[in-house]
Antibody, heavy 122, light 112 residues
């Protein structure tokens, strides 16, 4: 079973860019098609952000407009999230996960990383 | 977007007793392949979500058989046959029929 670990700055200034990396261990990132990001504002529910596939195709939540970029680096066995023009509303725990499914998007998520809290504040 | 609605938002339970959570979607989650694209997750306190049920009724690896998922079309149920203390947390359903993937608002299960 692969394991996932998020890393990146815990504090980002308003209007800045949130950048996170998810390192995959215990198996090759190339063995699964989809790799995803989900976030959870403090005390609230889950929101799907977006995902990247091995062939470079991506899906993202339109609610985040064009602020999201998800990319993948097979040589480093990791994938990344960039969210631009952040505001306090982007403060959340960010989770990375392995999407299961061979179709046009993930069918379910398993496993998940432990999550990392990112606070947007000056 | 497909809207997913869970009920109840909070569910006090007695250990050893059954419990059920409802999930309703704004449109059918039936794929042309015959599967229903509805998954269930449990987020225990201080932990990330963990997969319980996928494709409506398939239990994930390692999930106790007291958990079962059922339903079709737009209405789905997660049942716990006999609640144990370790089952407390927030349960989420998620539709994966189409992007954006969307989650229900969650059901908090707590011991009475």
């Amino acid at each position: 079973q692969v394991q996932l670990q998020e890393s990146g700055p815990g504090l980002v200034k308003p209007s800045g860019t949130l950048s996170l990396t998810c390192t995959v261990s215990g198996g090759s990132i190339s063995r699964s098609k989809w790799w995803s990001w989900v976030r959870q504002p403090p005390g609230k529910g889950l929101e799907w952000i977006g995902e990247v596939s091995l062939d470079g195709s991506t899906n993202h939540n339109p609610s985040l407009k064009s602020r999201v970029t998800v990319s993948l680096d097979t040589s480093r066995n990791e994938f990344s999230l960039k969210l631009t023009s952040v505001t306090a509303a982007d403060t959340a725990v960010y989770y990375c996960s392995k999407g299961v499914g061979g179709g046009s998007s993930s069918d379910w998520f398993d496993p998940w990383g432990q999550g990392t809290l990112v606070t947007v504040s000056s | 977007d497909i809207v997913v609605t869970q009920s109840p938002p909070s569910l006090p339970v007695t250990p050893g007793e059954p419990a059920s959570i409802s999930c309703r979607s704004s449109q059918s989650l039936l794929h042309r392949n015959g599967d229903h694209y509805l998954d269930w997750y449990l987020q225990k306190p201080g932990q990330p979500p963990q997969l319980l049920i996928y494709l409506g009724s398939s239990r994930a690896s390692g999930v106790p058989d007291r958990f079962s998922g059922s339903g079709s079309g737009t209405d789905f149920i997660l049942k716990i046959s006999r609640v144990e203390a370790e089952d407390v947390g927030v349960y989420y359903c998620m539709q994966s029929l189409q992007t954006p993937l969307t989650f229900g608002g969650g059901t908090r299960v707590e011991i009475k």
